[in-house]
Structures are given as C-alpha cells and as structure tokens.
C-alpha cells in the first residue's frame, strides 16, 4: 500500500480525532468527576518527572493549586487559562483546560520567553480597536489588520485572506518582512482548505502550528472503547500531513491561524507565516482572538453601512420610477419613456422589455431574436420571479453568441401569462484572476509535491471569460421590490377602472334604493298601524269582558302581537333589509315582555344573548317561541308572582340556541292548548327541537334550530 495521502479524500479526512498532538507541548486526558488521568500524549515522563500516571489523580502531576482551577472549569461550559508551573529542568510550562463530554482535556505548553506584561498586550488591543474604528473602507480596515495583527505575532507574513462565493479564497492585505515573497491579491483554490476544515475554524478561532516538520505525538494508550477522542478544540491537536506538506512547499517553518467570524460564518482568516519555527504563548493567543473578533465586528460594520448606502440609493431610484409609472399614461408606454432610469437604476450596460408581442430595449443589449429567446427560457424554468446570474452562459449555454453584451443578467417576470419580462443586462468583464499556482495542474506521483495541489506557488494567472459584475443582494431585492411596486400600480389603475364603472353602477341603482327604502317604510307604517288597530280592539274587548280568562288571553295575544310589531320596528330601522341582529331583538322583546309582567320581573331577570344574524323570518318566529316561554314563567313558574329568569342565546356551528329558564316549581303537566300548540308549530317552522329540562330547581327550555333554512 502506498503511503502517499490521497488529495481527493481531503473533504472527507477525520481532522478533528488524529489521534495525536503536535509534539512541543503535552495533553492530559482526564476523567470526570473524579479527575483521574487516563491518557497522555508527548513526553509526559520526561518533561513531568512522572513515570506513572495511569489512573493516577491530577493533582500528582500538576498539582493541587492548578487542579483546583481545572475542577472550577469542569463545573462551567467553556475552557480557559490555569496558570504556569515548572517542569522538569526548570522549565516553565503554560497550562490550560477545555471540557469535553465525558473528558477535561488538560493542555501543557512551553511558556514564551519573551511574553509581554499583561499591561502591554491590553493597551496594543486598544490601539489596534481604535485603529480598526477610523478606517474609513473595508480595505482600510484589511490593511491596518495585516500590520496590527504582524506587530502582535512577531511573524515574517501576515496576509487577511477572503473567502469567496465559490470557496476559493483571496489575499485582500498583506504585511510582510523585506524579500518575503508577496502573495496580496492572489487568488488560492477551494481546494487548499476543505470543508471539514472551515468547520473547525468557526468552532476553534485560532490555529497555531510552532513548526512545520514535526513528528505527531500519539495517545497513549492508543486503543479506547467507544468513539475516537475529539480534539476539536484542542490547541496542541495534531493537523493533516497533507496540510503540513502543503506548508512546507510553501517554505513556511510555522504557521498561525485567526478566523474572522462574522455573523456566526467563516468570513476569513488571519493567516501568519514564518520561515522559521516560531511559539506563540496563550497570552498572544488570546489576544489575537479577541483582536480577530474586533475585526470581524468592524467588518461586519462596514460591509453593513455599504449595504445600507447602496438601498438608499435604489430605494430612492425605486420611488421615483414608481412616481413616473403611476402619473403617465399607459404602464407599456411609461416603461419605454423611462428605460435609461430603469437602467441606471441596476446598474445595468442595458435593458429591455417585453410584453407579449412587443419589445422596447435601451442601452448595450444582445439582439432581439437573442433577447427573446432568452425571455422564452425565463418564463419557462418557472419559480421566483427574479433571477439573476454573472455567468448566464453556465445556466443558458446559448448565451454564449451574446457574452459581449450579456454575460450577466436579471430577471424579472411581471406576468408570466403574456408575458411581460423585464431584463437587466451586463457586459462581459474580463478579469485576469492571479492565483498562487496553477489550480488546475494535475497532482504528480512525486511523493515530495504529491500532497500539494500544486508544485509551485509562484504566480499564475488565468483569463477568466464570461462573467460580468456581480448582481448584490440588494440590487436583487430592489428588483423584486420594483416589480412589486409596477404589479401594484397595475392593480390600481384597475382598480380605478372597475370603480369607475361601479360609481355608474351605484349612481343608476341610488332611486331604486330610495324607492325600495321608501316602500319599505310604507310597509312598516302600514304594518304597525294594523297591529295598533288589532292590539286596540283587543284591548277594548278586555275593559269590557268581566271575563278572567279572556282578559289573560287578551293579555297574552297582545304580547304576541308586539313581538311582531317589534320586529317590523327593527327591520325599519336597520342597516339590513333581509336579516335582523337577534340578540337587540330579543333584548327588546325582553324589556316589553318583562315590563308587561310587572316592575318586580326586571331586577331578577338575567339576559345573555350574543349577537346574532338572523333571516327576519327566523327572528319573527324565535321572538315568539321565547314570548310563550315568558308568558309560561309568569303563569305557572311561581303561582302567580316573580322570580329569577334567565334568557340567553347564543351560536353552536351552523345552529342557533335560545334557552329560557326559571328557578319555580318545575313544570307541573304537559298542556295541549292555544300556546302549546302554538308552540309546536313555531318550532316546526324553525326546524328545530324545543327540549325541557329539570334546573334543579326549576323548568329550562332549550331552543336549538339552525341558523337559516336548510335544503
């Protein structure tokens, strides 16, 4: 078997368990709680004075006072400093910890000897912060990062590197020693630093590697049960040989890593190089990472503040064409009116519209049979309205024969029915694009070169066709919100129209609804007046009856005739002509029926009724269910005189429920007269079911009919 690593299973490498750690410092693995040592990893023996540590407590390797700050980070989250002690020889060792799930790793490293005093450090972070804060430009803050960040390391190279969208990487600044080779602006393949990678430098910010030519130091013992040990966030975790011989083509003796993190994504790093082996103490460590956060921050800023200008410039360019659109003429004839502020409103070298079968265009665009071809394509691959690209050539191969004039375009499909097809053109940009090495040089079988994906880093540059400037976001979102904007003043203009026709509509229909009105009301009169006549006589024949029983029966058709008359009153005054709020109805009716019955009725009543639509036929026969109901309260519920009543009504689906209830004797025997049967046929009409229940005490009858008639 060769012993060559294979460069196409970079991706898929297990980084983060190599079973090992770089060899100038030592890692205890420690059990937890019990704080017990169960493996190591360099020269614990040596370096410790320590022959056996197997399942010995910590504490006899480091001692109590350092073991005590381990345990305090066992209890919490993250890892941290614990402090120096001296090795063997004097040496003087820097100790720190990081808690794993079942394991606190501790980690021993040789401390610098030419630290700086706490002091110092701090007050080079705050020159370094206030430097990062007046730069005016993202550039700006690039530079200063390269010079700060080299004045902090010490190394010989110092290179800001930009992750791309295709994961290629670019050197945006540089600080470098006299007669380094220069690598700003270079461009280095995606392929120098695999996924699995990048995932470790967002977990764990910094990356030190003192030299580039050692030999890893293994865990012992090397056989656990369970999962391989994760070193994820181990600073002394042994790297990838294919990335150590990457560093050593390069001439790089020691390498450091700062990720630049912004919003919680790999943005960049920091990358330092030295032609020599070089430490870097936990101090400068930490100081770097926190210097790499204010970076990020101050990046984040301005890329935030760039974004923000370039809105407001579109926004004002999206109200005034918008402006222009909803005070001209016709949408097709303001659209071609306008072209170059549409245009210059993307930035685009050209523009054109098509609307079924016509086509206006403005500025550098392909041909017309070009252009509609490629409008034909748009309307056909369906989805969100907008699309963009600066390479239309890899989506669309036709557009190859038009790449001058349109390597880039955006989309934007108004309506796809007609269609009506809005697009954004840019010309082809090319771009001579310098890379370290040739990225596309095939790997040779050369076990020295074999782990590069190149044998040189000298200069290598590459024509890059095809592609125009680049779509931002922002001018992908102006887009959609353009086309938002033209789709409403389109719905408004028909809007209008159809208000308009309506206005002359409703201007026509006004007399037939005076008139309606004004027969309605003729209608009420009329009723009302018949129903005082009928109500009158009947009253008359009362005063001179000696008769109890007719006068209780007179009583009683007088109530029955207001429910009526009631009803008729409401649809008069109503906004409705065809139906009737039940719940004021019947509040109404309450208040007639309760006063009829006597003033001692009203402050025992209890009245819920939620509002109700009701057809006014439906009302008209539910008033008279419930004006029975109380005329049944009054006559038998308490021999003669008042007592609690509850009438509430309410809404169940498609069904309306009134319930009338008392607190009286119960209801003595069925009775088959006038009011009963009655009764049975109102409930008939409703199509309902009239049920009594026991109230304990007391009679409750439950009304439950549905809401309008069914068929």
């Not at 309506?502 to 037939?512: A, C, I, M």
């Not at 009420?524 to 006589?537: C, D, E, G, P």
């Not at 409930?683 to 068929?711: C, F, H, I, M, W």
């Amino acid at each position: 078997m060769s012993d060559t690593p294979d460069l196409a299973a970079c991706d898929r490498e297990p980084i983060h368990v190599p079973g090992a750690i770089q060899p100038h410092g030592m890692l205890l693995v420690v059990s937890v709680p019990d704080l017990t040592v169960r493996r190591v990893a360099g020269a614990v023996e040596a370096r410790l004075g320590r022959g056996a540590w197997e399942g010995r407590p910590l504490a006899e390797l480091i001692g109590e006072a350092m073991t005590a700050r381990a345990a305090a980070i066992v209890a919490g989250p993250l890892g941290g400093y614990l402090g120096e002690m001296e090795g063997v020889g004097g040496e003087r060792l820097e100790l720190s910890a990081n808690r794993g799930d079942d394991w606190l790793l501790v980690e021993l490293e040789p401390a610098p000897d030419d630290a700086q005093p706490a002091a110092v450090v701090l007050a080079g972070l705050e020159a370094s912060a206030a430097a990062f804060e007046r730069a005016a430009t993202l550039q700006d803050v690039c530079d200063v990062a390269a010079v700060e960040f080299r004045r902090l390391t010490g190394f010989d190279r110092v290179m800001v590197y930009r992750f791309l969208d295709d994961g290629a990487g670019r050197v945006l600044s540089e600080a470098k020693a006299d007669g380094q080779h220069a690598f700003l602006h270079h461009h280095f393949p995606a392929t120098d630093i695999p996924r699995q990678a990048r995932a470790l430098y967002v977990r764990n910010l910094v990356r030190v590697i003192p030299q580039a030519d050692y030999v890893p130091a293994p865990l012992r013992p090397a056989e656990t049960p369970g999962e391989p040990l994760d070193l994820s966030d181990s600073a002394l975790r042994s790297v990838s040989p294919i990335h150590l011989q990457y560093l050593r083509n390069m001439g790089v003796g020691a390498s450091a890593s700062f990720s630049v993190v912004t919003d919680g994504a790999l943005w960049g790093l920091i990358a330092c190089h030295n032609e020599t082996p070089r430490r870097l103490g936990y101090e400068t460590r930490s100081a770097g990472r926190a210097l790499a956060r204010a970076l990020g921050r101050q990046i984040k800023a301005k890329e935030e503040a760039e974004t923000y200008r370039e809105r407001m410039r579109l926004r004002s360019f999206e109200d005034d064409i918008v402006g222009l659109l909803s005070r001209e003429g016709s949408l097709d004839d303001a659209l071609s009116r306008h072209l170059s502020e549409v245009r210059l409103m993307l930035r685009g070298d050209g523009v054109a519209v098509i609307r079924g079968a016509e086509l206006v265009s403005g500025g550098v665009v392909p041909k017309e049979t070009e252009i509609r071809g490629l409008a034909d394509w748009a309307a056909r691959r369906g989805g969100d309205p907008v699309f963009a690209t600066d390479r239309l050539e890899t989506a669309y191969p036709p557009a190859e024969r038009f790449r001058k004039n349109g390597s880039g375009v955006l989309v934007l499909t108004l309506s796809a029915d007609e269609p009506w097809v809005l697009m954004w053109f840019r010309a082809e940009q090319v771009e001579v694009v310098e890379w370290a090495g040739n990225p596309h040089k095939a790997v040779n079988g050369d076990a020295s070169t074999a782990l590069s994906p190149r044998a040189s880093f000298a200069a290598w540059r590459e024509v890059v066709q095809g592609r125009s400037r680049r779509w931002t976001l922002a001018e992908i979102e102006a887009a959609g919100r353009l086309g938002d904007a033209v789709r409403d003043v389109r719905q408004s203009r028909r809007l209008k129209e159809l208000n308009r026709r309506l206005g002359e509509t409703l201007k026509d229909k006004d007399q037939l609804i005076e008139q309606k009105q004004y027969l309605i009301g003729e209608v009420n009169h009329r009723v009302q007046n018949s129903l005082q006549l009928v109500s009158s006589f009947l009253s008359l024949q009362a005063r001179t009856s000696d008769s109890p029983e007719l006068k209780a029966a007179i009583t009683e058709a007088n109530r029955r005739l207001s429910a009526v008359a009631l009803v008729h009153r409401r649809l008069y005054r109503g906004d409705h002509i065809e139906t009737v709020d039940a719940a004021r109805y019947l509040e109404e009716l309450c208040d007639d029926t309760l006063s009829a019955m006597g003033p001692e009725w009203g402050p025992q009543a209890v009245i819920d009724l939620a509002p109700t639509l009701l057809p006014i036929d439906r009302a008209i026969s539910l008033g008279l269910v419930l004006t029975e109901l109380m005329i049944n309260i009054n006559k038998y519920a308490y021999g003669g005189g008042a007592g609690p009543v509850l009438v509430k009504l309410e809404e169940e689906r498609a069904n309306v429920v009134l319930t009338v209830a008392d607190k009286g004797g119960g209801r003595v025997s069925p009775r088959q007269g006038f009011g009963s049967r009655m009764m049975a046929a109102l409930v008939g009409q409703l199509g309902g079911e009239l049920a009594y229940e026991d109230n304990a005490p007391g009679l409750k009858a439950v009304l439950t009919a549905p809401s309008s008639v069914r068929s």
